[in-house]
């Protein structure tokens, strides 16, 4: 909910630049501008680390609207869960700062979907966030990927996952939710 304004907004703008410019490729970069605001600070005066993942999600829901990939989670009642991301820092953004939400799907798996977001302030990468996400039913199970491209296209030129990628997302797994994971220090 600490975005949820935001994030009327950014949806509200994306079906409005979907009617003007129609679908955005899949494998195309999506850009919106955001402004720090005094709520994303932290006591240190700059945007908080955990604000950006917060907005990169508006990166993520304007993707998902110009692409037409939320009409089709609607239609379908699909949803999507972020399984796993991870976040890199370059600069520190400022109160009042204006910067870029740059978001591309970077490619898939046969269990995950991964995404790419950037903040960019004039051409320069400020903080970088990487997202696996798994797509779900709400009747219950996984979407399969067949199901998915069988409703939105596969997109033409995807480039294959970075291997670097697949590694984190082995590497920062825990175990599945049917499986025990006790919390034990070593």
Request: proline share 4%.
């Amino acid at each position: 909910m600490n975005v949820i304004w935001r994030t009327l907004l950014v949806m509200w703008s994306a079906r409005r630049r979907l009617r003007r410019e129609g679908h955005l490729s899949p494998s195309e970069v999506g850009r919106i501008r955001v402004t720090t605001l005094p709520t994303d600070l932290d006591v240190l005066r700059h945007m908080n680390n955990g604000r950006y993942l917060s907005l990169f999600d508006l990166g993520r829901w304007d993707l998902l609207v110009r692409t037409g990939m939320a009409e089709a989670m609607k239609r379908n009642d699909w949803y999507a869960v972020v399984s796993a991301e991870t976040v890199t820092f370059r600069k520190s953004l400022e109160l009042w700062q204006r910067f870029d939400i740059e978001s591309r799907l970077l490619g898939h798996d046969d269990k995950a979907i991964y995404l790419e977001h950037r903040a960019v302030v004039n051409g320069e990468i400020y903080a970088r966030a990487i997202i696996r996400a798994r797509m779900l039913k709400r009747a219950g199970g996984t979407l399969s990927h067949q199901e998915l491209f069988a409703a939105v296209g596969r997109p033409e030129g995807l480039p294959d996952v970075a291997s670097w990628v697949h590694e984190w997302a082995v590497a920062s797994a825990l175990p599945p939710t049917r499986a025990e994971a006790p919390s034990l220090w070593e």
